[in-house]
């Protein structure tokens, strides 16, 4: 089944810096790749995705990207600021001709400290 | 648009007692999930059902059945509940394309002493 490897495990930034997460998958045959943002004692939420057939997808201060060939994605936030302290997760998706599945990284930490 | 909604959302048990999780969806989606979330391990699928009538094992399963009652019903039951079971369960649904996400439910936090 699918694999997938999220690090690091906790990320701190100070305001205004960038932060960059990776995630790293084994099935080749994965073409969904979203991530999610869960703030303490909510549920997760989809703050971005991107599918297999493009390598980048942006949304403000949020980007994507996809390398297929390695298997890995990274998630990018800009000009960080206090409400982007959260927990991330990347996910990928495999779909097995009936049911699409996702499998999920072990999270991402992020602190943004002033 | 309520969503995904979940019932209950706190939970106390003691070892050996049996209960049922409800989980429903407005969103007209065709499948729907259980994840349980435990400190460090992220979200693990625990049964799925990608259509009204279908039901399968995830990667956590022993433990638990499920029931997709209709379209818009799935439940999660423990017959048995020990203390492993202690953790956030999380109810997810979404379109049956591959490429589409899962919205999930505000969780049920379940203890079992």
């Known amino acids: 089944g699918e694999n997938v490897e999220q690090h690091p495990s906790t990320l701190s930034v100070q305001e205004g810096d960038s932060a960059v997460i990776k995630c790293t998958y084994s099935?080749?045959?994965?073409?969904?790749f979203p991530w999610y943002k869960q703030e303490l004692g909510k549920r997760p939420q989809l703050i971005i995705d991107i599918r297999s057939n493009v390598g980048e997808k942006k949304d403000q201060r949020i980007a994507v990207t996809l390398n297929k060939t390695a298997k890995h994605f990274s998630l990018h936030i800009t000009e960080t600021q206090p409400e982007d302290s959260a927990v991330y997760f990347c996910a990928a998706s495999s779909y097995t001709g009936t049911a699409s599945k996702l499998t999920f990284g072990t999270g991402t930490r992020l602190q943004v400290t002033l | 648009n309520a969503g995904v909604t979940q019932t209950p959302k706190f939970q106390v048990l003691k070892t050996g007692q049996s209960m049922t999780l409800q989980c429903a969806q407005d969103m007209n989606h065709n499948s729907m999930y259980w994840y349980r979330q435990d400190p460090g391990m992220g979200l693990r699928l625990i049964y799925y059902s990608a259509s009204e009538g279908t039901t399968d094992k995830g990667e956590v399963p022993n433990g638990y059945n499920v029931s997709r009652l209709n379209k818009r019903e799935f439940s999660l039951r423990l017959e048995s509940a020990a203390p492993s079971q202690t953790s956030v369960y999380f109810c997810?649904?979404?379109?049956?394309?591959?490429?589409?996400?899962?919205?999930f439910g505000d969780g049920t936090r379940l203890s079992i002493l």
């Open positions: 099935d080749s045959a994965s073409n969904y």
């Open positions: 997810a649904s979404s379109l049956l394309d591959p490429d589409q996400p899962q919205h």
